[in-house]
């Protein structure tokens, strides 16, 4: 209409063909398409990682991943350390949740040397507890942090704050704020401190405030209705064909949760359902994961109802300095708040694992669904997209 | 997973099958047969989801162990096929078609392992490191500790105890130290 | 050239190479470096050398101070303005976020989070470098306006911390960068690191934050260490 008034007649040669698919051809000396990098610094709270985007005008033709900016070499470090010194290292594969991480080495480790059934019940009740603590924690960030793609910046701040009293709830339970090393083999560092369950529950009724306030702030804006429906549809035939795991597969009505479908600890002992959507945009995985948060603190009440009032925290374990564990190999996996999350963990006899190897959500979400789904997108939207899909750049290339 | 291991030892030659858990059986499938046994699983089987492709160095035997994890979402368990190929010419047959991550996986054991796959897509370009002109980093044979040494400037006056000794000397001062505990620091 | 001739140019590159200069260090030369004649849209014909830097290519020259209350007078405002270019290299800048909210809120301090290192003075090395990251920790640094500081997060900028075996991460920062405040811990708090911002604010007013002058004074050896470690070195020296 504008346009029209104004007597502008675009240059239809410049502009992008209506479908842009993987197949489209591009001839990079033709002057129609620019280069530009996204990254690696922080695009929104997904970490560092590069997106190099060849776009015509401002639709994306081709995305290319780069990754390894974050790359510790973890696994060939673990590989010199003993079980125990390669425990710390380990953890800080994922700064998000790291009690993830905790969990698949402590559970490997015990399963290789026999140990999985000597874990206190008591302890895992609080192994319980700190992972859906960490997973309340990285949903705090990364529900808010979807409406922070779109400019709606004022929930990063409530999350982000009510976050960080979950973090104090860890110092309470395990003396540090980020890298806690609460989950060890055997069983767990502490037993829960005197008060600790009331100071949570204080904190839950803020985080339940924070819900119906999050609810209206971005599921009622029509900003970011507009924006997010019907943006990077994930289809129910993509889920195994890349490998979609975890809320970006239970969008489109894939139900994949680990907690469910391989129980472990007492998981099978609460009552949840993981929530699923039809639609499969970022729309659908933002609702999601809000109603995700709402389960999380259900089950955290739940775990704190139903957890024994004492008990041991650990089992009696052989000397850690002196600790060999016979030659074997397993696959541990959980749900963490991306997805399904496992360890390959091989021993082969000696004081010092053979091979570790973290199978990370993000492995298949931040490169082959990622490169397939911003082409033809907006470059404004490529953001959300990313958050959307919950990236985490460390878990790739650790 | 009795049944299943039954049904693949019919067609295929299986080796070194291991029960780990109710859930989870590892099975060891020579080269030749391994992309169809794969193919086999996810096509008849159910085995749809692709959870890991994995590399284990094995220097003492002179093998590299590729690791192709299955899960199968109905069944809710999962079978690792495990691979070993030749550690001084490293080849192995691409499985790109089957699932759209394989590519990521191969290109990372190409840079980290030193592993070709014919065929598989963009498996030269840079994966986590830039301009690496050494052995690939994930051998065992890279000493990642001399490497840094050499290369970054370490800090000196770093203090590195061995954990047991020093345990020992701090709790234990006046206790003698048993031949035992000398062959175990060993 | 289209993506796909990049592409077998860059695939033949290295076959050449591999062929050519068996056990001897590889070719990192990219196509996309090479200087190139290209056809504007015009038909004017345009040599382009992409490692040439056209607006500066010269190194970083030194700043005397000014001295007495004039100098005085600019710490005090460098001081009390530091604005902090928003890039998190590592894991430390998980702690960054509850710093710019209210709880820990670092904008009473005069600090803030800018979004380009234009606009910036200060750049906090959240935790560990590798080597990929450290090139674009240089690139960045040098296109920071001068006077700039650095604060080093965590044990792993001051020793390599726990990656100090790593093959892939830095041991030591002040080797290839200056750093005016270290801040110690795995990871450390946002307490510690308002402290951080406390102690350079000290350390301005005084006169004695002046490291940018040290990198242009000791150029370069700094760049030698850049280079010893950055093997595929495809950007000019010195970049404003």
């Known amino acids: 209409m504008i346009n029209k008034f104004l007597g502008f007649k675009p240059d239809e040669k410049l502009l992008p063909s209506q479908t842009v698919t993987e197949d489209t051809e591009i001839d990079l000396s033709s002057h129609k398409y620019q280069k530009i990098w996204l990254g690696p610094n922080h695009p929104g709270v997904t970490g560092n990682m590069a997106i190099e985007l060849t776009v015509q005008g401002t639709t994306v033709m081709r995305a290319k991943t780069h990754v390894g900016y974050l790359h510790r070499g973890f696994e060939k470090l673990i590989e010199r350390r003993l079980f125990v010194q390669g425990f710390p290292t380990s953890i800080r594969m994922c700064v998000a949740e790291p009690d993830t991480n905790e969990y698949f080495i402590a559970r490997s480790t015990e399963e290789l040397s026999g140990y999985a059934d000597a874990v206190p019940e008591y302890a895992n009740w609080l192994r319980m507890l700190s992972l859906e603590m960490a997973r309340l924690a990285g949903l705090l960030r990364g529900v808010p942090g979807q409406g922070g793609t779109f400019a709606l910046g004022i929930g990063v701040q409530w999350g982000v704050y009510l976050r960080d009293l979950i973090l104090d709830r860890f110092e309470e339970l395990s003396g540090a704020r980020v890298y806690h090393m609460y989950i060890i083999p055997g069983g767990v560092r502490g037993a829960l401190p005197d008060g600790f369950k009331e100071r949570m529950e204080d904190n839950l009724r803020d985080i339940d405030d924070f819900i119906i306030r999050i609810k209206k702030l971005m599921f009622h804006n029509s900003v970011f209705k507009q924006r997010a429906k019907g943006l990077a549809v994930i289809t129910p035939e993509m889920v195994d064909k890349y490998g979609i795991v975890g809320t970006n597969a239970r969008c489109c009505g894939v139900k994949r949760d680990v907690r469910k479908d391989n129980p472990y600890l007492y998981y099978d002992k609460l009552d949840f359902d993981p929530p699923t959507a039809t639609d499969g945009d970022v729309y659908s995985r933002t609702w999601i994961r809000w109603q995700e948060l709402i389960q999380t603190v259900d089950l955290i009440r739940q775990i704190m109802a139903k957890m024994p009032k004492k008990g041991d925290i650990r089992c009696k374990m052989p000397n850690v300095l002196n600790w060999k564990i016979p030659k074997g190999e397993t696959y541990v996996r959980l749900e963490s708040g991306r997805g399904e999350m496992g360890m390959y963990y091989v021993t082969d006899g000696s004081d010092k694992p053979r091979r570790i190897n973290l199978r990370g959500p993000s492995y298949n979400h931040a490169i082959s669904v990622l490169e397939h789904m911003l082409i033809g997108q907006d470059v404004a939207d490529v953001h959300a997209i990313m958050v959307s899909l919950q990236t985490c750049p460390p878990e790739i290339e650790r | 997973m009795k049944e299943l291991i039954e049904k693949l030892s019919s067609k295929y030659e299986l080796q070194e099958v291991v029960y780990q858990r109710d859930n989870l059986v590892f099975a060891a499938i020579s080269k030749e047969n391994a992309i169809e046994a794969v193919t086999y699983l996810r096509d008849y089987e159910g085995y749809t989801h692709l959870v890991m492709m994995s590399c284990v160095d094995w220097i003492e035997d002179g093998k590299y162990q590729l690791l192709y994890l299955l899960h199968n979402p109905k069944l809710k368990n999962d079978i690792g096929i495990k691979v070993y190929i030749d550690r001084e010419n490293p080849e192995m047959v691409s499985a790109h078609h089957l699932w759209k991550s394989v590519w990521t996986y191969q290109r990372e054991m190409h840079e980290s392992f030193g592993i070709v796959f014919p065929g598989s897509p963009r498996l030269e370009e840079n994966f986590v490191v830039e301009g690496w002109d050494e052995t690939p980093f994930m051998r065992r044979d890279f000493d990642t500790h001399e490497y840094a040494e050499k290369t970054y400037f370490p800090r000196g006056n770093r203090k590195t105890n061995d954990p047991a000794e020093y345990m020992r000397k701090k709790l234990y001062p006046n206790q003698p130290v048993t031949a035992k505990q000398r062959k175990d620091d060993k | ?240």
């Open chain 3, 1 to 240: 050239m289209s993506e796909l001739d990049l592409n077998n140019k860059t695939s033949e590159m290295l076959a050449n190479s591999e062929a050519n200069v068996k056990n001897s260090k590889k070719n990192f030369t990219r196509p996309e470096d090479e200087k190139r004649e290209v056809v504007a849209p015009d038909g004017s014909i345009i040599e382009v050398n992409p490692l040439y830097d056209y607006f500066s290519n010269e190194k970083p020259k030194e700043e005397k101070p000014r001295g007495g209350v004039v100098e005085k007078f600019l710490n005090w405002a460098r001081a009390e303005s530091i604005w902090v270019l928003g890039f998190g290299t590592g894991c430390g800048s998980i702690e960054i976020p509850p710093l710019v909210t209210p709880r820990f809120d670092m904008f009473r301090y005069g600090v803030q989070m800018r979004p380009t290192p234009r606009q910036s003075n200060a750049f906090i090395i959240s935790g560990y470098l590798s080597v990929k990251t450290l090139k674009r920790v240089i690139r960045t640094y040098e296109q920071m306006p001068s006077p700039k500081y650095i604060l080093a997060l965590g044990s792993c900028t001051i020793n390599g911390g726990m990656y100090y075996d790593s093959y892939s991460t830095i041991n030591r920062l002040d080797k290839y960068i200056p750093v005016d405040v270290y801040i110690a811990g795995c990871m450390p708090r946002p307490e510690a690191l308002l402290h951080g911002f406390v102690k350079l604010k000290q350390l301005i007013k005084e006169g004695k934050a002046e490291k940018a002058n040290e990198y242009a004074r000791n150029f370069d050896e700094y760049k030698a260490n850049q280079k010893k470690i950055i093997k595929d070195w495809n950007m000019p020296d010195y970049n404003w």
